[in-house]
């Protein structure tokens, strides 16, 4: 079957670093996607990984290992904005996107 | 316009009623997808077309239909709606099928 895990909240504080950790068990891997979705909007595209290794975009990195089923999403000075919903999103042989329940990030001043 | 819209923002359906809920992208993205969200369940896609003229189901498909007529538009539709499909329902496309997804900002339907 097919397996997408994350946690379903953390909490952390403005300014410090907070890892999302992804899991995952899927039919096929031809990448894996992180979005952001703020309450009540849409998911917006953070990063994607098809390759193993950490890719780095300003304040956000994703780190992926495929032989593990791993990835993750670490997020630096952190701000009060990024409170989110953080999806990961695994795609698999068919093209097609599986998605995970989403960790939902509070951050605390 | 720019990027993807929907339509309508909300909707409050009786059951047994039909309703199309609309999705329109103007980026010329031949690959377009339904979703839907609800709470402590990831997204599951519905249906989705990769190139107009085609559609495919997803995950979830039962009960919806879709059609792909032009590369801008791509309907969904509930034939004889149900209280298990109030959900936060978004469209979404990408150039082709293997490449990034972009999200519009989503229909809330709630069926009583």
């Known amino acids: 079957g097919q397996n997408i895990d994350q946690p379903t909240e953390m909490t952390a504080t403005e300014g410090a670093i907070v890892q999302i950790n992804c899991t995952y068990q899927?039919?096929?891997?031809?990448?894996l996607f992180w979005y952001q979705q703020h309450a009540g909007e849409a998911p917006t595209f953070l990063s994607y990984n098809v390759l193993d290794g950490l890719e780095e975009k300003g304040r956000f990195s994703s780190f992926l290992s495929r032989s593990k089923g791993y990835s993750y999403l670490l997020l630096k000075e952190l701000q009060m904005k990024d409170s989110a919903s953080y999806l990961c999103?695994?795609?698999?042989?068919?093209?097609?996107?599986?998605w995970g329940a989403g960790t939902k990030l509070i951050i605390k001043p | 316009i720019a990027g993807i819209t929907q339509a309508p923002t909300s909707q409050i359906l009786a059951a047994g009623r039909r309703m199309t809920l609309r999705c329109t992208q103007d980026m010329r993205h031949n690959a377009m997808y339904w979703y839907r969200q609800d709470l402590g369940l990831g997204l599951r896609l519905i249906h989705y077309s990769n190139t107009a003229g085609t559609t495919g189901k997803g995950e979830v498909p039962d009960g919806y239909s879709v059609s792909r007529a032009n590369t801008d538009d791509f309907p969904l539709t509930l034939a004889s709606a149900v209280p298990s499909q109030t959900s936060v329902y978004f469209c979404a496309s990408s150039r082709d099928s293997q490449e990034t997804q972009y999200f519009g900002p989503g229909t809330r339907l709630l069926v009583l």
């Open positions: 899927t039919s096929g891997f031809n990448g």
């Open positions: 999103a695994i795609m698999d042989s068919n093209y097609q996107l599986i």
